[in-house]
């Protein structure tokens, strides 16, 4: 059983940037992939990143490759999800998942299933 705890979110303006973590307990992170989801009102969840832990591989989305990064500290057992150049259509509840099946299946994290969720952190990015 895995518990995951997001943070880091909050009011940023446009071009700006924050860092997102998604801090486990309960169980190792190393055999899981985590991948980084959003939700904006009254829209679908939108997977934007994936990484599997034990081996670093990391897959984008085209909506945010080039301005957003996934990384993990393997010693917090924390994955992290590093925004730049933030739009205002980023604007939404950023969510982490994680999963051992998903491992070697990021390319598939919004169309499966995910174990387990994260409660949420709220991004806006707004002038």
């Known amino acids: 059983q895995v518990r995951l705890v997001e943070s880091g979110g909050g009011l940023v303006q446009p071009g700006g940037s924050l860092r997102l973590s998604c801090a486990a307990s309960?169980?190792?992170?190393?055999?899981?992939?985590i991948a980084w989801f959003r939700q904006a009102p009254g829209k679908e969840r939108e997977g934007l990143s994936c990484t599997s832990y034990s081996d670093g591989n990391t897959y984008y989305t085209d909506s945010v490759k080039g301005r957003f990064t996934i990384s993990r500290d393997i010693a917090k057992n924390t994955v992290y999800l590093q925004m730049n150049s933030l739009k205002p259509e980023d604007t939404a509840v950023y969510y982490c998942a994680a999963d051992q099946r998903m491992v070697r299946l990021c390319t598939l994290m919004g169309e499966l299933p995910w174990d387990y969720w994260g409660q949420g952190t709220q991004v806006t990015v707004s002038s």
């Open positions: 309960g169980d190792s992170l190393d055999a899981y992939a």
